[in-house]
């Protein structure tokens, strides 16, 4: 009798070999190296002060995975490794390689007890007993890590979560862990009479301010520090949870919503940016890697649309929508307090 196809096995027992090659050669700063011009294994190994063997063997293996090329003995980066594995490039996602290196990594290891036990893997791995957050903003270096990773990711999606849906009836916007802003500045670059205000944990503000003065629209994007599962939500008619409701339990996301819905106007609505899981549970598959992150490192998961329904009209809210975003790590839900 013929063996099946052993391909599928085969591909994921190596799976983790080519994340960790990436990881490397950014940790390593190989990218960063190639920016301005291709180089030898020689060269890169000298200026790397690595093993010219190795060298050569680590950037080969980057042109097997399309990060780099070989012409003439020489490597030299790929558009996608050139806008996204560079540091000076601000499309970097670097933020979240290393929190995946750094964090995730270890967290991932200990899947097997999170599964058997259904709880994320902080405590076991790095043995403190403290809220969800603090664990990701321990030192100043892993709080920016960790916000940057999310923002490089933010400005894949938030430039089409804000078109997702027509906002133009809205004046001002909330962004309810906002982190560095991203979600507010796609919004308002889209709409050029939104105001915005990002509110988020009071150490996170610094650098939001920071990037919203980057992005030259500190006269139009506020910041506001608290915490939102207590005390009043800055005054909005929109206000968004992007990449939010995937960290908490249900009983905190109700106790979210219904806090949203409560400080709304009529004709108000709220903005969900989460990777929706389809009706069947089991596509796409980023977002079922992304629920078993979920798993390890929070107290929530990934949901479908029928889920998060459930838990809009739960909470008051009507005529809710969805749309789901091609290419993008999220999609978008808006949910209207009275239609
Ligand atoms: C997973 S990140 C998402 C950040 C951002 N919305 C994005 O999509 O990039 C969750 C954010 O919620 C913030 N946060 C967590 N708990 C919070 C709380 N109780 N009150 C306000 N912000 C909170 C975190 O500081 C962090 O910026």
Same mark, same amino acid.
């Given at each position: 009798m013929a063996l099946p196809d052993p391909q599928p096995v085969l591909f994921l027992m190596e799976a983790f070999r080519r994340s960790q090659a990436m990881f490397t050669a950014v940790d390593l700063r190989v990218f960063d190296h190639l920016q301005h011009a291709p180089l030898g294994a020689a060269q890169l190994a000298t200026l790397l002060k690595a093993n010219p063997d190795a060298v050569e063997r680590l950037c080969s293996t980057c042109v097997a995975l399309d990060l780099l090329t070989l012409d003439n003995g020489l490597y030299a980066n790929t558009p996608a490794a050139q806008t996204y @594995? /560079?540091? #000076?490039?601000? !499309?970097? &996602?670097i933020g979240y390689i290393e929190y995946s290196q750094k964090a995730l990594w270890h967290l991932w290891s200990k899947l097997p007890e999170a599964v058997l *036990? =259904? +709880? !994320?893997?902080w405590e076991q791995v790095y043995g403190s007993q403290s809220g969800l957050f603090d664990h990701y903003y321990k030192t100043e270096e892993d709080k920016r890590r960790f916000l940057m990773g999310m923002h490089a990711y933010g400005l894949i999606s938030s430039p089409q979560v804000a078109k997702a $849906? #027509? &906002?133009?009836? $809205? %004046?001002h916007l909330c962004d309810l =862990? =906002?982190? %560095?802003g991203h979600l507010a500045i796609a919004a308002c670059q889209s709409d050029p009479k939104l105001k915005a205000t990002v509110f988020d944990l *009071?150490? /996170?503000l610094p650098l939001s301010k920071e990037i919203i003065a980057k992005a030259g629209l500190s006269d139009r994007i506020g910041t506001a520090g608290g915490n939102f599962f207590e005390g009043a939500l800055p005054p909005a008619d929109l206000y968004s949870l992007g990449r939010? @409701? !995937? #960290?908490? +339990?249900p009983e905190k996301i109700t106790k979210l919503l219904r806090k949203i819905h409560a400080a709304l106007p009529p004709g108000g609505a709220v903005l969900i940016a989460e990777k929706i899981l389809d009706e069947s549970g089991t596509k796409p598959l980023w977002a079922l890697l992304q629920t078993l992150n979920m798993l390890v490192v929070t107290e929530g998961k990934e949901r479908r649309f029928s889920e998060y329904q459930a838990l809009l009209q739960e909470t008051g809210f009507k005529d809710i929508r969805y749309a789901v975003l091609p290419n993008s790590p999220l999609d978008a839900i808006l949910a209207w307090k009275n239609t």
């Open positions: @594995l /560079v540091r #000076d490039s601000e !499309h970097c &996602l *036990e =259904g +709880t !994320h893997r $849906f #027509d &906002l133009s009836a $809205f %004046t =862990g =906002g982190a %560095t *009071e150490q /996170v939010i @409701l !995937h #960290d908490w +339990t």
